[in-house]
């Protein structure tokens, strides 16, 4: 699976809308752009993922850029609760089933 | 709602006891897997399973071994615990394989052995 770089934290207004870069740069065709979160002391909560198109659900909308080098992850209207670790994960078919390379994240802090 | 479920979520063991950890989920999904994650480290595989039946050896296995009687069940079991194996454990679940299907974890189980 191709690496990822995201920052390392931002901070984030309560009610404004948070947008957490990633870099994958050397993602290949048939690799997804996953997002999960992971609130202090509980398990990955999975967000979005998207391979080629922007992509939204209830939770966030996930712009993917068109060379597919980078995708921002966009919380339209954080709250204290959105307050997390997000992680940025590409998945491809190599490795074995389930492997998912979590790296350090972006620690995400919204403030009233 | 149910989604993934762990029993228990906390637990003390003294080195050398055994003990299961239980994951139940109710998504009729085909694969499930057991993670350990330890600070720095990220999620590690420890085994998985592909089917009722079918168990596979992840990333650290050694220590672990697991059982999927049930398409609804995957146990994870320690059979003489270390104090190396204090870790938090997640369980998942996807539809099928492939990077188009989605992981859902559990919330986790701490275990503590001393």
């Known amino acids: 699976d191709a690496k990822t770089t995201q920052p390392t934290s931002m901070d984030c207004a309560e009610g404004r809308a948070a947008n957490l870069p990633c870099n994958h740069s050397?993602?290949?065709?048939?690799?997804?752009a996953y997002w999960y979160r992971q609130i202090h002391s509980q398990g990955p909560q999975y967000i979005i993922h998207?391979?080629?198109n922007n992509e939204t659900n209830e939770m966030a909308s996930l712009i993917i850029t068109e060379d597919r080098k980078s995708s921002t992850l966009i919380l339209p209207h954080a709250t204290l609760r959105d307050t997390a670790v997000y992680y940025c994960?590409?998945?491809?078919?190599?490795?074995?089933?389930?492997?998912?390379?979590f790296g350090k994240g972006t620690k995400l802090s919204v403030k009233p | 709602n149910a989604g993934v479920t762990q029993t228990p979520k906390f637990r003390v063991l003294k080195t050398g006891q055994s003990m299961t950890l239980l994951c139940a989920q109710d998504?009729?999904?085909?694969?499930m897997y057991w993670y350990r994650q330890d600070p720095g480290m990220g999620l590690r595989l420890i085994h998985y399973?592909?089917?009722?039946?079918?168990?596979a050896k992840g990333e650290v296995p050694d220590g672990y071994n697991v059982s999927r009687l049930k398409k609804q069940n995957f146990l994870l079991g320690l059979e003489s615990a270390a104090p190396s194996q204090t870790s938090v454990y997640f369980c998942?679940?996807?539809?099928?394989?492939?990077?188009?299907?989605?992981?859902?974890f559990g919330e986790g189980s701490w275990l503590t052995v001393v």
């Open positions: 994960i590409v998945r491809g078919y190599g490795g074995s089933q389930g492997n998912l390379i």
């Open positions: 399973s592909v089917g009722e039946g079918t168990t």
């Open positions: 998207g391979l080629k």
């Open positions: 998942a679940s996807s539809y099928g394989a492939g990077p188009g299907n989605t992981i859902y």
């Open positions: 050397t993602i290949s065709g048939n690799e997804y």
């Open positions: 998504m009729n999904h085909e694969y």
